[in-house]
RNA sequence: GGGCCCGUAGGGUAGCUUGGUCGAUCCUUGUGGCUUUGGGAGCCAUAGACUCCAGUUCAAAUCUGGGCGGGCCCA
């Protein structure tokens, strides 16, 4: 397989597909089938997820999957934002709906009704919620695998708080739920502050979680959104106060979707295939029998054994007892992502060893059954530590600081630069290199200079890339 | 949303220009069997396709139009 940079998508499309992750073959467009391999994946990914929301307070909920027009539309900026790309569902049967419902795109419109019956007191703020449920839009016709899908696996918590200061608090809340997460996803990010005319549609402001991808573009991973009062205002979202006075609330939103899993296919994948992280792989270990003749029931015997006794470790095991030849396991289990293999034959019983190989760089290593455990525990460790540690010397080799739009003609990856915040300013540097302008850093920072265009002298730098 | 390209077994393809030679090529895959297993084994047998609809024509995989699906570029 290719892995060069021109070739990245074919590689990704092929790799997703051979690997047995998710089959577009289903008839409609930009909703694929989860195949088995794939929705392991992603629950995983929602297991980390629901790990921290658990650890943070946040309770798990679920909407109904239709919102009726009524209530979708009392925000307007909202509903500006969305009602080019929603499914609509206008019949029960036979009969015209008298109010068509439409399948969410996100649940603000669902959950904020509820919200308002729900809250009454400053007692019950914060209120912290979240569901893991498919959301669908209809996306640019440019649908691909993971990153632009019209039904959308999707995360999103949803918080309410008495005033602006604990909304920004569980801002801060949310940025290290996401460190903590994309560390074990081995994801390097950057969390960038929308523009203005670039915010989501309704919130006071966004944030937007950055990768980059091995073809240079860039690829949005979640937000985090400031909504102050935008939405309690007219959903009407109201607690009585400790002094008797009704007041709205304030609220964020945080959310994330499958675009994960399609971050660390891109960024850790190789010519061989998938790697996945420790953390999320479906199997972390997958054992491979060496079947010789006459020794088969003794190999197998041993196998098992040995995968009950890492099962009983808390490990992810997989023993694979396909009749295939081993070399051609391997292949499968390397294109799959599998982070260990554990290869075991009749040679290996009699040494009490095994064979062990890691999937990232592919060393081989004969093991000890009486240290075997450490090995393991070491090397997934060492796995996770060094995926991060290269892609995140990939991000950060991949950011260009530039002074002039002609400096940046030409380049890949991230640009970084002086903006003095203009709009017309950033458009200038759009249309001259044909890149978006991504924000600026959501962590203060003062770097003096003078606006890419205008010549201004500022305080403000911002981020440009191709983006997914 | 605008533009360009594409659609032949599960996957990848030949054939399409110039309609008839197609009862459709090759590789891979599936199934049954024999044999083998420390990096994609081999042999035998067998299964499987012209995206859909309409049109042109004596005749359509091949030409025309549309739908659906896919890929890429631009907003």
Redesign the pocket.
Known sequence: MNMEKANF?EWY?DVIERAELSD??Y????MNVWRPYGLKVIQRIDDLIREEMERTGHDEARFPLLIPKTEFAKEGEHIKGFDSEVYWVTHGGLNKLDVPMLLRPTSETAMYPMFSLWIRSHTDLPLKIFQIVNVFRYE?????SFIRVREIHFFEAHTAHRDLEDAEAQIKEDLEILRRFATKLCIPYLVLKRPDWDKFAGAYYTLGIETLMPDGKTMQLGSIHQYQTNFSVPYEIKYEDEHGEHRYAHQTTYGMSERLLGAVIGVHGDEKGIVFPPAIAPYQIVIVP????DK?EMVMAEAKQLRDKLLGRGYRVHLDDR??????K???W??KGVPLRI??????IADRKV?V?RRDT?KKAFVKRGVLWLHIQENLKGIERSLLKKAEERIFTGITEIGTIEEGKGKTGILKMHWCGAEECAREVEVGL?FTILGTPYAEQRDHGRCIHCRKKTDTVVFAAKTY
């Open positions: 998508s499309n577009k073959r008839p409609i467009k930009g640019t016709k440019m649908t691909k060496i079947l010789v003749k088969q009749d295939m030849r081993p070399g051609a391997y292949y499968d390397e294109l290869e075991l034959g009749p040679r290996d064979v190989v592919g044909e």
